[in-house]
C-alpha cells in the first residue's frame, strides 16, 4: 500500500492521476498527460506538487476541463471561492463528462460550485468557430485533429452555444464578484 504525503490547498498528486490514467487509459488527459510526460521526472511530480492557489483569483469558471483528476480532494474541498464548471455533454469516450467536469463539480465545495452539462457542446465548442475550409486544412496537416471544429451532431451551432456560454458565464461572474 503506497503511502501519500498530506498536500496543501490547490494541488495535484501525480501519482494519483497516473493510477486514474491506468483505469482510464482510452481518456484524451491521460494521452496528453503521457504524451508531454508531465510527471516523468522527480522536477515535473514536485512542480505538480506544489500549491497551486493564487490569492488574486476571486471566482473560477472552467469550460470542460480535463485532467482535474489529478487534484486532491483536500485541495478541492479547501477551495472556497464561487466556481462555475461547464460541461460538454455530447457523449464522447474520450472526454465523458462524467470522469471530468461532473466529477471536478462533485468534489468541490457545494455551497460555492455550480454545474452546468450543455447537452449539444462537444469540447471544442468552446473554442472559436472554424473557417470554412479550416476541416480540410488542418486534416491535410494534422489528420485527425479537424475534430475540433465539430460539434454535437445536430446540435445548435458553436455561435449558439457560446451564446449561452457566454450569458451563463457572465451571469455567474456578476453574482460572485
Keep these: 500500500m503506497a503511502v501519500r504525503k498530506r498536500r496543501g490547498p490547490h494541488t495535484q498528486d501525480p501519482q494519483r492521476f497516473a493510477e486514474d490514467c491506468t483505469a482510464h487509459p482510452v481518456l484524451a488527459g491521460c494521452k496528453v498527460y503521457q504524451d508531454i510526460q508531465a510527471g516523468a521526472t522527480a522536477e515535473s511530480r514536485q512542480r505538480l506538487s506544489s500549491n497551486l492557489s493564487d490569492p488574486r483569483v ?25 466556481v462555475l464548471v461547464i460541461a ?14 461532473a466529477d471536478l463539480a462533485r468534489r468541490l465545495p457545494q455551497a460555492s460550485v455550480r454545474y452546468l452539462e450543455i447537452s449539444d457542446a462537444t469540447h471544442f465548442s468552446f473554442m ?17 485533429d479537424g475534430i475540433i471544429c465539430r460539434d454535437g451532431d445536430g446540435g445548435r451551432p458553436r455561435a449558439l452555444i457560446q451564446q449561452q456560454v457566454l450569458g451563463v458565464i457572465s451571469e455567474f461572474l456578476a453574482q460572485s464578484l
Aim: hydrophobic share 40%; glycine share 8%.
Design 58 to 82: 476571486a471566482a473560477i469558471v472552467s469550460l470542460d476541463l480535463g485532467l482535474s483528476r489529478g487534484f486532491t480532494d483536500k485541495s478541492l474541498a479547501d477551495l472556497h471561492r464561487p
Design 88 to 101: 460538454a455533454g455530447w457523449p464522447s469516450e474520450e472526454l465523458p463528462a462524467r470522469l471530468e467536469s
Design 128 to 144: 472559436a468557430p472554424c473557417k470554412p475550409d479550416a476541416v480540410q486544412l488542418i486534416e491535410q496537416n494534422d489528420p485527425g
